[in-house]
Structures are given as C-alpha cells and as structure tokens.
C-alpha cells in the first residue's frame, strides 16, 4: 500500500460540510421551511471537484481531467447510469395510473394494515432475484407512492420500507455485485458467504416487518374501494416475474417498456408522438441523479490518485485490535469507503486488500470477511443521503408528483438499522471459527 495522504480527503469534508452542513442551518437555525431543499447536490459535489483540482499541483490540469475520465468510465459507473435511464423510461411510460392501478389492487387483496410490511418483503424478493437495489428501487418506489396516498400512510414510510428491502437483496444475491466482489476479493465460495449472511440479515428482516406491522396498524389507514384496471397491471407483472426469475435487469426494464408502451397505445390512452415524450421525460428525470453518479466518480478517482484512502485504510487498521476490534475495523472500513465513494461495490473493490491482510493478521475466516464487507457496505449505503439508492428514491417519487428529500427518508430506513445492531451482535455476541 503506497504512502497515504489525508489532506487528500478535504473535498470530502467541503461536500459535506455544503450539503449536510448548510442544509442544517437552513432547516434548524434559519427556520426555512424544507430547507434541504434549498442545497444543489450537484453544486455540492461541483464545488468540492473544485477543491480536488486545485489539489496536488505535481499534476496538470489536463492529466487531472485524465484521471476523472477514467473514474467516470468504470463499468460499475456506465451500468449504473443506463439503469437510471432506462429505468426513467419505464416510469414514463406506465404513467401514474398504472401505478395506483397496482397499488389499489393490491390493497383490494391484503388488509391495508399489512401494505407497507408487504412492500417490504416484495423489495427483499426483487432485490434477491435480480440483484440490484437501484432497479429493484425504481420498479417499487411508484407502487410505495401510491400505496401511501391511497391508504392514508406516510409516504416516506413506504419508500422506506421499499429501500430496505432492496438492500436486503442487494447484500444477500448470488448475481448482487457486491457479492460477487466481496467473495472473490475474500477468496470464499458464494454459498458459504450467503450461509453466513443469512444468518445476520435474517432477524434484521423479521424485526423490520415486525416494526412495520406495528406503525402500520398504530396509524389507522383507510379501507380502500379504489378502482383499478387490470390491464395496466400487465408491465408490472411482468417486471415482478422477471425479476423473482432473475432476469438481467436491462430486460426486465425494456420488456417492462414495450408491453406498457403497446398496452397504453391499444387502449388508447396516449398517442406515439405522446408515448415518446413520456420516455422522454422520464429519462430526463433521471437527470440529478445521473449527474451526482458521474460527480462522485470524478471526485472519487482524483482522492484516489491522491492517496487519501491509502491514508483512510492505513488508520483503520492501525486503530483496532484483536479479533472482535478487526471485524468491526473491517466494517468500518469499508463503511468509511462507501461514505467516500457513495457506491458499495466500489468501496468492496478498494477495501479488499487491506481487509485480506486484516483477516490474516486478525484471525477472521474468508467467509466472515466477505459476509462482513457485503453487509457493512449495504448500512452504509442504505443510509447515506448521496447515495444512488437514495437519490432514485427521490427522483422516482418526484415522477409521481410528491417531493421528497433523503432525510424524510432516512428516520424510516429501518432495515439497514437493524442489519447494523445484528452485525454487531454478531461480531461481539456470537463465537467465531476462523474456517
């Protein structure tokens, strides 16, 4: 590991301390009703690229833009925008009413008192089967939206329970990206990671839909009548089927687009010219989001090259010691990273080396180290407010006519909570075998 830097992480600190920072003092100090609203987390990340390029002047500006390009070009970061794109197609396309069609017969099958504990366990399938929080978050989110307004529940509620079922799959899945990086830099086999992964998401989940059950019936919702048409029902079946089945999530999206885009022409609710523009618009409401992938990957590439996670890493494992200490080392580690990346693949990527020497100099068995990288990288990426998960939350919620910001979300977020206090029963109450 190189020599580390840790003035390299300032631009880090400036985002936070614009986004996180003014938002506060907007909301709190100032008294600005929705004041979160007030911060551009585009500008924040814009302002702290700033920052990283006026860093290091052994290298030139043009070798500096060098290195963002190549940061932004990584395949988990191509991937990432064209599921934000193409999912906003899908969004646009089904419209609203195939949205509200979904939900009210949903709720004309299940008592409503057990709607958001169900949004829940339907994310945790979806997420499981296709492996991908992010698309699992777009295809549920509208349903969550409608659900909430038609049954009298907080909104921020069933997004919530919508996003911690998608990371549940997202930490749990053979296909999950995490998985597959966190076995293979750990040099375990995926079924012995998922055992033991099991094992710790799974009392996180039953408390999650226990936790829901109650605020659920605490808050009286409303017996639902709403009408409902079956046909526009159709795109999300199928996009439910495909992903339990384990489709790419490319073709679950596109074939989610071609039967809404053909159901709404047969039944003439819009015309082509029509069709088009809704695509249109709902990939352009992709558009923040997309930009904030694209900011991060830049940023994220130059602290990189500047050697500010070398130093990150390089503390983390001087600070913990003995077998318990270097099992939540390694989940603070790879915590810190995701906090510095905001995408949890990445930061299993870049943590795998040092968490390789941790689990031989701690004691900690392969299938341990992964369960723990996976596991710790999906709290923190459930929580964080500049996350991809996040910002498709709000920007899918958007589409459906309601604002949002990420901490009306965030007291919600009950599933990655709970999978922190189980992983850290897990390190500190259960015995651990280094085999």
Known sequence: MKKGNPIALLPIGVFLAMYLGLGLIFEYVMKIHMGFYNVPIVIAFLVAIMV???????????????????????KNIITMLLIFLVAGAFVGVVGRSSAQSVAYFML?????????AMLFVIACFISTAMGTSVG???LITPIAVEVAQAAGFAVPLCVGAVMGGAMFGDNLSFISDTTIAACNGQGCAMQDKFKGNFLIALPAAAVTVIA??????????????????LVQIIPYVLVLIGGIAGVNVFLVLLGGIASGALIMLATGQTAPVNLLSSMGSGASGMFETSMVAILVAAMCALIRVYGGFD?????????FKGNKGGQLGMGVLVGAMDIATANNTVAIVMANPIAREMARDYGISPKKAACLLDSFSCVFQGLIPYGAQMLVAISTAAEMGVALTAFDIMPNLFYPYLLLVSLLVSIYLVPHKNK
């Open 108 to 116: 004309s099958i299940i008592p409503a008192q057990f709607a958001v």
């Open 311 to 319: 130093a990150l890493l390089a503390f983390i494992s001087r600070l």
């Open 212 to 229: 829901l059950l109650l605020l659920s019936m605490q808050s009286e919702p409303a017996e639902l009548g709403g009408e409902y048409n």
């Open 52 to 74: 990283a390029c006026f860093q290091n002047r052994s290298l030139s500006f043009d070798e500096k833009l060098e290195i963002m390009g190549q940061g932004v070009g990584d």
């Open 136 to 138: 699992t978050i777009t």
